[in-house]
């Protein structure tokens, strides 16, 4: 997984959509995962499925493993 520190705004935005998410979802999250939302370039498949419903990324970005 790669991992590097997105720019503020970047954060801000990671950290407002995590907020948003139903509290089931975000429960639902581990410790690990939830700093993979916050900050990690790739997403491993397992977080993918679990947030599948309420994630749309844009067509050229490749945030889930499996859409590289």
Not at 5 to 14: T, V
Not at 22 to 49: K, M, T, Y
Not at 50 to 65: A, N, Q
């Amino acid at each position: 997984m790669s991992k590097t520190k997105p720019p503020i705004s970047e954060q801000k935005k990671r950290q407002e959509a995590l907020s948003s998410l139903p509290p089931s979802a975000r429960n639902n999250l581990s410790p690990e995962e939830v700093e993979i939302f916050l900050h990690g370039d790739v997403w491993p498949e397992e977080l993918c499925q679990k947030l599948s419903e309420f994630i749309f990324p844009l067509e050229d970005e490749k945030l889930c493993k499996d859409k590289e």
